[in-house]
């Protein structure tokens, strides 16, 4: 198999608009919080690699990467008295069935995965002001995503889904020169017999008052990454610098 190759003709330019229009957000930090975190981590996964990590529960997932959800590091489960309603995101819903899917059971509702984000995460990012609701925190959430636009982006640098392999300095390099910051890249390692690391997740990191930042690695972060909600992500880890699958379809073979 040859590399893939990125195409970045076109870099920098839709993406740049972003940041430029996301600076106004101000609020009052409190440093009285007792659950304290530093940033926002926004995790987008690719539906097709998370069925394959779960092959039993899952078909025909999303050609698209979709939010797995909004964390802040360090903390979970902040207020455990102030329980999901779905009732508060109505408005919301039907973007949030299409970017925040719960990609093992699409054929059921998804209330059971939504209500383990905010609890778990939701309810920690909810001490800024610009998230203290259950409307604001997924509202803000699937404006994050929509404003980053990573699929539309990784389709026109030419990164798409391929059966053949990509190098993975090639879709940092793409990414971090659109974005301006380094994003965390997962990838589940290769099985015994595979070849090639499969990519998983790509995660952005935000400051308080939602600004792009680098993403940066410690031990604190990878712990509380692990065994979220039943996506087995605790199989994902930093991607190395190899060749790269960025899977179509669940199945495939060699
Ligand atoms: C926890 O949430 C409940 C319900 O929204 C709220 O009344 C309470 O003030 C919150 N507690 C803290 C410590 O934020
Ligand atoms: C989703 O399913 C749960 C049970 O798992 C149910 O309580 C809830 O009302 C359903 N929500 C919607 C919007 O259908
Ligand atoms: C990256 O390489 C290390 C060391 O060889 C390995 O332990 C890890 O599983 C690899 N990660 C991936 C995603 O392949
Ligand atoms: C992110 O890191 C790069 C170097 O890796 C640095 O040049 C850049 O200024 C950093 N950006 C932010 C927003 O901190």
């Known amino acids: 198999m040859k590399p893939a190759t990125a195409y970045y003709l076109i870099l920098g330019c839709f993406c740049l608009a972003f940041y430029c229009g996301c600076t106004s957000y101000t609020f009052l930090e409190s440093e009285l919080q007792p659950h304290v975190w530093k940033k926002l981590i926004l995790v987008h996964h690719w539906p097709v690699t998370v069925c394959k990590m779960n092959e039993n529960d899952c078909n025909d997932p999303p050609q698209y990467w979709t939010i797995h959800g909004l964390w802040p590091d360090k903390v979970d489960d902040c ?15 039907p973007d949030m069935r299409q970017y925040w899917p719960d990609v093992l059971h699409s054929s059921t509702n998804h209330t059971q995965f ?18 203290n609701s259950q409307k604001k925190y997924f509202g803000k959430t699937l404006d994050l995503y929509q404003k980053l636009d990573l699929n539309s982006y990784l389709l026109k640098v030419g990164i798409k889904p391929s059966s053949t392999y990509y190098q993975m300095t090639a879709i940092k390099e793409a990414l971090t020169s659109c974005y301006g910051v380094t994003p965390k890249i997962q990838c589940l390692p290769p099985k015994e017999g595979e070849e090639v690391q499969i990519i998983g997740q790509i995660e952005f990191c935000f400051t308080k008052e ?7 690695h ?5 712990y509380m990454m692990q065994n979220d909600w039943h996506f087995r992500t605790e199989e994902l880890s930093v991607c190395n610098d190899t060749l790269t699958y960025y899977p179509a379809q669940v199945h495939f073979y060699h």
């Open 79 to 93: 207020n455990r008295t102030w329980h999901f309603d779905v009732n508060e995101i109505k408005d919301l819903l």
């Open 210 to 216: 939602l600004e792009l930042r680098n993403c940066t």
């Open 218 to 222: 410690s031990k604190a972060e990878s």
């Open 114 to 131: 939504w209500k383990h984000e905010w609890e778990k995460h939701g309810t920690c990012a909810a001490t800024v002001e610009p998230l």
